[in-house]
T-cell receptor
Framework: DVKVTQSSRYLVKRTGEKVFLECVQD?????MFWYRQDPGLGLRLIYF???????EKGDIPEGYSVSREKKERFSLILESASTNQTSMYLC????????????????FGEGSRLTVL | GEDVEQSLFLSVREGDSSVINCTYT??????LYWYKQEPGAGLQLLTY?????DMKQDQRLTVLLNKKDKHLSLRIADTQTGDSAIYFC????????????????FGRGTQLTVWP
């Protein structure tokens, strides 16, 4: 069974703390993504990566950074958490489109709900 | 490919059909998707349709694609209370080099509530 695993389902942090959100996939996918989800705003892309050590900014990268040292792992880092970063964070992965039989489907983790006090 | 629009709420009675509508902007999208999100969980792919198709049926689900109007719909027949969830429409990025990055653009999601 294919799987995207996010290390923490629920976190509570204080303003100014450094926060690490970890994501691991076991499908040998090239692409990995971090989204945040807020009510009424849908999913907004923070960062994505299409290869080890590669990263691209999404639509809302400010206040975040990422790390992809290994193909299966993509970490989201909040250098100094702020209350407006309270949100649900979703990690996803996919194969590069164009591969035979590949529909470009994203596989999602269960989400990490972060509260910043 | 950045404006995917869908209504935010839909309520139906158990046993009725539900129709969730979506409009997208990128005419070169290769695939269009419907994802389902149950409370407190991540998104799961419900179904997808390739851009050269008009319709796809999968058990209780029917997807209709009108490429001319850039309109996608999801019909759920005999809707059950277990179908209550948020449904997201998504399109793949265009057919240029960006598509190899696998980026999808999502609508804001439609909250489907099914009343017994």
């Amino acid at each position: 069974d294919v799987k995207v695993t996010q290390s923490s389902r629920y976190l509570v942090k204080r303003t100014g703390e450094k926060v690490f959100l970890e994501c691991v996939q076991d499908m040998d996918h090239e692409n990995m993504f971090w989204y945040r989800q807020d009510p009424g705003l849908g999913l907004r892309l923070i960062y994505f990566s299409y290869d080890v050590k590669m990263k691209e900014k999404g639509d809302i990268p400010e206040g975040y950074s990422v790390s992809r040292e290994k193909k299966e792992r993509f970490s989201l880092i909040l250098e100094s958490a702020s209350t407006n970063q309270t949100s649900m964070y979703l990690c996803a992965s996919s194969h590069t489109t164009g591969s035979a039989g590949n529909t470009g489907e994203l596989f999602f983790g269960e989400g990490s709900r972060l509260t910043v006090l | 490919g950045e404006d995917v629009e869908q209504s935010l709420f839909l309520s139906v009675r158990e046993g009725d059909s539900s129709v969730i509508n979506c409009t997208y902007t990128d005419s070169s999208s290769t695939y269009l998707y419907w994802y389902k999100q149950e409370p407190g969980a991540g998104l799961q792919l419900l179904t997808y349709i390739f851009s050269n198709m008009d319709m796809k049926q999968d058990q209780r689900l029917t997807v209709l694609l009108n490429k001319k109007d850039k309109h996608l719909s999801l019909r759920i027949a005999d809707t059950q209370t277990g179908d209550s969830a948020i449904y997201f429409c998504a399109e793949s990025y265009g057919s240029d080099g960006g598509s190899t990055l696998g980026r999808l653009y999502f609508g804001r999601g439609t909250q489907l509530t099914v009343w017994p």
